[in-house]
């Protein structure tokens, strides 16, 4: 690197990090998932056409089943995971104000966790038959 400067600090050279120093950790973090989506989609898709034709009790029969709950929880939290990732980087890239990036930021935080836990309760409430 003789004769060439570089924009980057000498501590962002040694970790190996973008200029955010979380792109690459972000990157592969939406593309994990991503994949866990892609592979949970089938599982999901069965559950609820199988839900579709069912009543209430039948639902709750189905629901009521460790491995249906747990591959909700399991989409569910992989979903809002990805949707947090994916909107904190559009806010980052596009949101030049500082203070409404910020506030922008903790919104979009605040939204994906009450997503997930609203739907993770109502998952848990209607697996445990209450």
């Known amino acids: 690197m003789s004769g060439q400067?570089?924009?980057?600090?000498?501590?962002?050279?040694?970790?190996?990090?973008?200029?955010?120093?979380s792109g690459t950790s972000d990157f592969w973090r939406q593309r994990m998932t991503a994949v866990a989506m892609a592979v949970l989609i089938?599982?999901?898709i069965v559950i609820m056409v199988m839900l579709s034709t069912r009543n209430h009790a039948g639902a709750q029969q189905i629901l009521?089943?460790?491995?249906?709950?747990?591959?909700?929880?399991?989409?569910?939290v992989a979903s809002t995971w990805h949707m947090k990732i994916g909107m904190?980087?559009?806010?980052?890239?596009?949101?030049?104000?500082?203070?409404?990036?910020l506030a922008s930021v903790m919104a979009n935080n605040f939204f994906c966790i009450a997503v997930a836990l609203a739907s993770i309760?109502?998952?848990?409430?209607?697996?445990s038959g209450v």
């Open 42 to 44: 089938v599982p999901v």
């Open 121 to 127: 309760y109502a998952i848990l409430k209607m697996s």
């Open 5 to 21: 400067s570089s924009m980057r600090t000498p501590l962002a050279r040694v970790r190996n990090l973008g200029s955010s120093h």
């Open 88 to 101: 904190q980087i559009v806010i980052e890239d596009y949101v030049h104000n500082e203070k409404i990036k």
């Open 64 to 76: 009521g089943s460790l491995p249906v709950a747990i591959i909700l929880v399991l989409f569910i």
